[in-house]
C-alpha cells in the first residue's frame, strides 16, 4: 500500500507528519510521500518524509482570504503552483494510491478530483466555532443554524462520497454533529496535542513564587516582528499591575525566523542580555538568549518550544496552532488583535469562540496586566478553564489512533 498525504499550512503539516511517522511504524507500507500545498514542508523534511511534486513558499504564507494577498500570491506563481500539485496528486490517484487530506476543503477537493480512495483529517473547523454543548452561541448567525454544522453542505457531500473511507474531526462535538449525515467520521482526538503531558488541576504558583508567561507571536514574518512589539507592551503592563512579583517569560521563537529582529526590540525597551543560565531554566536549548528587566527574565528559545508550553503557567498569544496547544495542556491565554494578515481581529474573535473560556480577547496590549491580575485572583475560574481546554483538544495519542484506524478499517 502507498500513501500519499496532502496538507495546506504549516500546523497541519506537523499533524500530517505525525501521523505519517505513526503509520510507518504501524505498517509496512510500500511508499508514502507528502506533498505540502502551502509552503516547502519542513515538518515533512525534519522527519525524512519525502516530498514529490513542486512546493513553494507565497508571500501571504497561506493566508491570502484578502484580496491583496491573494494577488500578490497570483503575481508569484499560484496559479502555475497548484496546476502542478492537483497533476501530481492526479497521477497519485491514477497509480492506485490511497490519499490522507489533512487541512480544511482544499486538500479534501484535491482528494476527491484524484479519483483516488482517501481519507480526511479536518484541522480547519470545529463545531464550537458555532455552539457548545448546549446551545447556539449568541454570535452564530441565522444562516450558520440552518445549515446545521460548521461543516457546509458542499463539504459534507465530500466527506459522505463513496471514494472516502473515513473522516477524522478534531472534537467530540464535531464527531457527533456530523453522524446525523451519512458520513464515516471517527472521534480519536486531535493529533496538535501529542507529545505533550496534560496535567490534571491548576499549577499557578504563589505570589512569592516566579509566575512564567509563555509568550507567542506567531510564526511568520513581517507580522510576527510587529506582533512582538505589541507583546513587549503586554509585558511592560503585567510587570506594572503585578509590582513586586518575579516574572520569568518564554518565547518561543520559530526556527525560520531570525532571532535579532526580536533582540533588537528587546533592546530598545531596556531590556538587558545576560549570560544564559541553563540550570535555572525550565528548559534545554545552549542557543537560548537571556534578557533581564527589573525583576523579570525573558528567554528566547528556538530549540525549546515543547519545554516553553509544559513550563508556562499562563500565555499572552498572537498565535493560531500554538495557542490551541498551550489552551489543551489546560492553561489560560490573554489575547488582543495586531495587524495581519493571520492574527487579526476576525482570527482573534473566532479563536475565542474555538476555545471558549480559555482564552480572554482584549481590545489592546496595555490591557492585559489588569486582566492577568485579575484572573490569578479566581480559583474558580482557573480550574473551570483547565477543564475547558483538556475536553475541546482531547488526550494525546491522537496521531497514532489515527494511524491504526486508516491501516485496520480504512485503507484496507
Known amino acids: 500500500m502507498k500513501i500519499l498525504v496532502i496538507s495546506n499550512g504549516h500546523g497541519e503539516d506537523v499533524i500530517a507528519a505525525s501521523i505519517v511517522e505513526a503509520l510507518t511504524q504501524l505498517s509496512n507500507l510500500s511508499q508514502v510521500a507528502a506533498?505540502?500545498?502551502?509552503?516547502?514542508?519542513?515538518?515533512?523534511?525534519?522527519l525524512s518524509i519525502p516530498i514529490v511534486g513542486t512546493v513553494k513558499t507565497m508571500p501571504s504564507g497561506g493566508f491570502n482570504q484578502d484580496i491583496r494577498q491573494l494577488w500578490r500570491d497570483i503575481n508569484s506563481g499560484l496559479l502555475g503552483l497548484s496546476y502542478h500539485q492537483y497533476q501530481t496528486i492526479?497521477?497519485?490517484?491514477?497509480?492506485?494510491?490511497?490519499?490522507?487530506a489533512v487541512g480544511d476543503i482544499l486538500p479534501l477537493l484535491l482528494a476527491w478530483l484524484s479519483g483516488a480512495e482517501f481519507a480526511f483529517v479536518g484541522t480547519a473547523k470545529s463545531e464550537y466555532y458555532l455552539r457548545d454543548e448546549k446551545n447556539w452561541l449568541a454570535s452564530t448567525s441565522p444562516l450558520d443554524r440552518w445549515l446545521g454544522s460548521m461543516y457546509y453542505p458542499w463539504e459534507r457531500w465530500l466527506m459522505s462520497h463513496h471514494s472516502c473511507?473515513?473522516?477524522?474531526?478534531?472534537d467530540s462535538l464535531t464527531a457527533n454533529t456530523l453522524k446525523r449525515w451519512p458520513i464515516p467520521v471517527y472521534d480519536l482526538g486531535n493529533p496538535m496535542m501529542d507529545h505533550f503531558q496534560v496535567k490534571q488541576g491548576v499549577d499557578i504558583p504563589a505570589t512569592t513564587e516566579t509566575l512564567t508567561i509563555l509568550l507567542l507571536p506567531?510564526?511568520?514574518?513581517?507580522?510576527a516582528k510587529e506582533n512582538w512589539q505589541l507583546m513587549l507592551i503586554a509585558v511592560?503592563?503585567?510587570?506594572?499591575?503585578?509590582?513586586?512579583?518575579?516574572?520569568?517569560?518564554?518565547?518561543?521563537?520559530?526556527?525560520?525566523?531570525?532571532?535579532l529582529e526580536f533582540v533588537e526590540a528587546l533592546i530598545a525597551k531596556s531590556w538587558q542580555q545576560q549570560p544564559l543560565n541553563l540550570r535555572a531554566l525550565p528548559l534545554e536549548d545552549g542557543q537560548s538568549l537571556q534578557f533581564t528587566n527589573a525583576q523579570a527574565t525573558l528567554i528566547l528559545s528556538q530549540q525549546a518550544y515543547q519545554d516553553c508550553l509544559q513550563s508556562a503557567h499562563?500565555?499572552?498569544?498572537?498565535?493560531?496552532t500554538a495557542t490551541e496547544q498551550f489552551v489543551g495542556l489546560g492553561k489560560p491565554v490573554i489575547t488582543f488583535p495586531g495587524g495581519g494578515p493571520q492574527f487579526t481581529k476576525r482570527f482573534a474573535q473566532n479563536q475565542t469562540r474555538l476555545l471558549g473560556c480559555s482564552v480572554t480577547l482584549m481590545e489592546t496590549p496595555q490591557q492585559v496586566g489588569c486582566q492577568l491580575k485579575e484572573l490569578l485572583s479566581s480559583p474558580e475560574k482557573l480550574e473551570t478553564i483547565a477543564k475547558n481546554g483538556r475536553q475541546r483538544l482531547g488526550n494525546p495519542g491522537s496521531s497514532r489512533r489515527i494511524a491504526h484506524c486508516l491501516i485496520k478499517d480504512c485503507f484496507i
Open 165 to 170: 473511507c473515513g473522516v477524522f474531526v478534531r
Open 218 to 223: 506567531g510564526s511568520r514574518m513581517p507580522e
Open 236 to 259: 511592560q503592563s503585567v510587570m506594572e499591575a503585578l509590582l513586586g512579583r518575579r516574572f520569568l517569560f518564554l518565547a518561543p521563537i520559530a526556527p525560520s525566523l531570525n532571532p
Open 90 to 100: 492526479k497521477q497519485w490517484g491514477k497509480s492506485g494510491g490511497k490519499i490522507l
Open 35 to 46: 506533498l505540502p500545498l502551502v509552503g516547502e514542508g519542513y515538518a515533512y523534511q525534519r
Open 314 to 320: 499562563v500565555g499572552i498569544a498572537m498565535a493560531g
